[in-house]
């Protein structure tokens, strides 16, 4: 083993390791994991988002949250909100939502983790060079935008809340199988947003004395327990997601029926 010395040729010498790196064990799967996960749910929901159909089931007013609000006159019975959107191709129903929405999840403070190592190797594990000679953090564009993370925990509250309505409205036609997806859904998102790093601080980060401030602590003390389970939330909406559009859309589509229980 060769060694080298510290610049100036003061100090005990270093060993001079030639590997990249010296971890031995399966560092690389769990960027891939995300790397395949992530890549396969954006590739569907891009899809989802542009196909234009079989968003809505009118009969017990379903609503798939991809096309949530529905602001296009391709709505039709879904506006709940109006039509202010043109009939444009490629312009998504949910077009005024959709770039918030988005905005939260890139800024997201795991999301950031993930993607960062699964597609810019930046740096791909710990202990694992970085893929990239230099790293200005997130001071320069387009990374700087990362900065707007709790302006967008805002837009996500009114979705989440938008998306209640949708949960709620459909439940005056009754109770059903699709109902229970929807619930589910609206609740894991929930969940997501308010383990958010930003709401944490909003519920408490300013606080200088909990006991003066008993609700407050007490919401804190909520938050701080979701905010532990904030990377698996943030699969999990993934998964709620996919799932309550694919059933939407297989009703719509005529592929199979709804399980109702009251109509």
């Not at 396969?40 to 379903?62: G, P």
């Amino acid at each position: 083993m060769t060694t080298a010395t510290k610049p100036g040729g003061g100090g005990r010498p270093r060993a001079a390791i030639a590997a990249k790196t010296l971890r031995t064990d399966r560092w690389w799967l769990a960027p891939l994991i995300t790397f395949v996960g992530l890549s396969a749910w954006v590739t569907y929901a891009t899809v989802r988002v542009f196909m234009h159909k079989w968003f809505f089931v009118e009969e017990f007013h379903y609503l798939t949250p991809f096309y949530s609000p529905c602001l296009t006159e391709r709505c039709g019975a879904a506006a709940e909100f109006g039509t202010p959107l043109p009939n444009f191709f490629l312009l998504p129903e949910a077009a005024l939502t959709l770039p918030f929405l988005l905005l939260f999840r890139l800024t997201c403070y795991y999301y950031r983790k993930a993607y960062y190592r699964a597609f810019w190797l930046s740096p791909p594990a710990c202990a694992v060079p970085d893929g990239h000679e230099r790293y200005s953090g997130e001071t320069r564009f387009p990374l700087i935008f990362q900065n707007a993370h709790r302006y967008a925990f805002y837009a996500a509250v009114i979705i989440s809340l938008i998306n209640t309505w949708d949960a709620v409205r459909a439940q005056t036609t009754g109770i059903g199988l699709g109902n229970a997806i929807l619930w589910i859904n609206v609740i894991m998102l929930w969940a997501y947003t308010l383990s958010c790093h930003s709401c944490r601080h909003i519920a408490g980060g300013r606080l200088k004395h909990f006991s003066k401030h008993p609700v407050r602590y007490r919401f804190w003390t909520f938050v701080s327990k979701l905010n532990t389970r904030h990377m698996q939330l943030a699969w999990i909406t993934l998964g709620t997601l996919a799932l309550t559009d694919f059933y939407v859309m297989g009703l719509a589509a005529g592929w199979f029926t709804d399980l109702r229980i009251l109509n």
